[in-house]
């Protein structure tokens, strides 16, 4: 019996007449053979493997990439799209968009954006933002990731706990494990003993790029009657950044340091001065280093019986020393004879540290102002610094150092500093350089020479030239009694 069957044609099918067989059905190719030269036999029919995803360029190659929408064009697999928050960024194509843009801190939004991150930080990529992941107790409160998580929030004055919750520093409040405190050389001070306020007042300095050092031929130039010679080392005048920073109003006085040595042997015995601690923001060697604790030279007093030594036993005349062994007439007078290392000792047990010369420099200039003399600059007299002019302003032999802040406020630096001319020298962080090496960027200058810096002047120095702010002097740090006090600094 015959049967209408199909017979497949290209594109079409024919009915006849045939004996009932087994045939493919209508659309399939029966071989190969039938297919063009664009197709191949896959899966029993012809395909265009030039365009097909499921078959491209041959049978066996199915079009896919990595997080993208592939497609095959003249039998290639390329990229079409990458999927939403991926990119291909080494045009590779055969690995598809390969970097997650949304969270990759190489490629962060856009192929080659890179995170910065910044010390005590981690860079993150959130959404295709850059972010920091903060280290346990540290914060950025600046919103400046370039610079990282810059504020310890267990110590700095400003961002106690919290960015923005600030301690009174007018009132000496320091920050301690994430709370306000009042700084424990003051505890028992009179809180009206330094011109009639709080000898702990430390002053918010904002920063900036200042000149620092002294200029050839601006006001605060050497004169052709000065040995010149001699103030070299103030040169060459060189660009300085510092970042905002709290410098204590007052120099260290007598009352102050009597209530570290009351507590130094107990602080010695719990392990302080710690490794790194008093450490200045991100430079590496500002902090207290631990040999400086068992130095064979004793440059640490080994206890307070040995620091209190060298305040009364000094090459200076004993009516001037302001120290005595018990509490007298001299607890609001600045402290002198301690070396460098006791100098930062008692700074970092205050909770601060030794400003940097370009900190103390900048306080003492004014920042871009320039300033000749911290006041500005008008000739030095007795109402605004403690010198020798031509003659001693307090005379010598009958306590020649003044009271912290004699001197009328009209002597005070712009941001309210006092006695940063004349009284005692003041010690700083750096080692001595000569000459300043150049530009820097919040530096302190720390390759070991034989001597620290001390600034600011004394009573017993004559000459207007050592009340520049751009005057410098310098000391081997061991050194005792040579009217060297210290003021203290701590990041903001």
């Known amino acids: ?39 191949r036999f896959c899966d029993g029919t012809c395909t265009n493997v030039t365009k097909n995803q499921d078959h491209c360029g041959d049978c066996s190659t199915r079009c896919s990439l990595a997080n993208s929408a592939a497609v095959c064009t003249d039998s290639q697999c390329s990229i079409g799209q990458c999927n939403s928050g991926w990119a291909d960024c080494n045009d590779a194509g055969a690995d598809g968009c390969e970097r997650s843009v949304s969270s990759d801190v190489l490629n962060c939004g856009a192929c080659g954006n890179v995170c910065p991150s910044g010390e005590h930080s981690t860079a993150t990529c959130i959404g295709g ?5 903060c280290d346990s107790n540290f914060a950025d409160c600046d919103k400046a990731p370039e610079n990282g998580c810059e504020m310890n929030l267990l110590s700095s ?12 520093s007018a009132a000496g409040e320091i920050c301690v494990q994430g709370s306000c405190a009042q700084r424990p050389s003051c505890q028992n001070l009179d809180t009206t003993g330094c011109r009639g306020e709080n000898c702990c007042n430390a002053i918010l300095v904002a920063g900036g790029t200042f000149p620092m050092g002294r200029s050839i031929s601006g006001s605060d130039a050497c004169l052709p009657s000065w040995n ?14 510092v970042r905002a920073y709290y410098l204590d109003k007052y120099e260290v006085t007598v009352g102050r340091y009597r209530a570290f040595l009351a507590s130094y042997d107990a602080w010695l015995q719990s392990g302080h001065p710690l490794g790194d601690e008093g450490r200045f923001q991100s430079q590496p060697g500002t902090g207290w280093q631990l040999a400086w604790s068992t130095d064979t030279h004793h440059v640490l007093a080994s206890s307070s019986a040995n620091a209190t030594y060298p305040l009364t036993h000094g090459s200076q005349s004993d009516a001037d020393q302001t120290w005595t062994d018990s509490p007298g007439q001299a607890e609001y007078y600045p402290v ?17 540290r030794l400003p940097t010369e370009a900190e103390w420099n900048y306080a003492a200039a004014g920042g871009t102002a320039q300033r000749v003399y911290p006041w500005g600059s008008a000739a030095p007299d007795c109402t605004y610094a403690n010198f020798y002019g031509t003659d001693y302003c307090v005379a010598p032999g009958t306590g020649a150092v003044n009271r912290v802040g ?29 000459p300043y090496t150049g530009p820097c960027n919040n530096c302190a200058y720390l390759t070991a020479s034989s001597d620290r810096v001390v600034r600011g002047g004394a009573f ?5 030239s050592v009340l520049f702010t751009s005057a410098r002097n310098h000391l081997n740090p061991s050194t005792l009694n040579y009217y060297s006090g210290a003021r203290c600094a701590r990041t903001r």
């Open 460 to 464: 017993t120095h004559g000459s207007a």
């Open 406 to 434: 004699s001197e009328s406020p009209k002597g005070d630096g712009l941001y309210g500093q006092a006695d940063l001319a004349g009284n005692v020298w003041e010690w700083v962080q750096d080692w001595y350089v000569d």
């Open 336 to 352: 002198f004879g301690m070396n460098w290392f006791m100098a930062e000792a008692f700074c970092i047990w205050d909770g601060g």
């Open 228 to 241: 010149c010679s001699l103030y070299n080392d103030e040169l060459p005048e060189h660009q300085a950044k």
């Open 157 to 168: 004055p400003s961002n106690c706990g919290a960015c923005g919750k600030s301690c009174n």
């Open 1 to 39: 019996m015959k049967y209408l069957s199909k017979i497949p044609t290209r594109g079409f099918c024919i009915l006849t007449l045939a004996s009932f067989v087994a045939t493919p059905a209508c659309g399939s190719s029966s071989s190969a053979d039938e297919c063009s030269a664009s197709e």
């Open 129 to 133: 933002q850059c972010a920091l992941a």
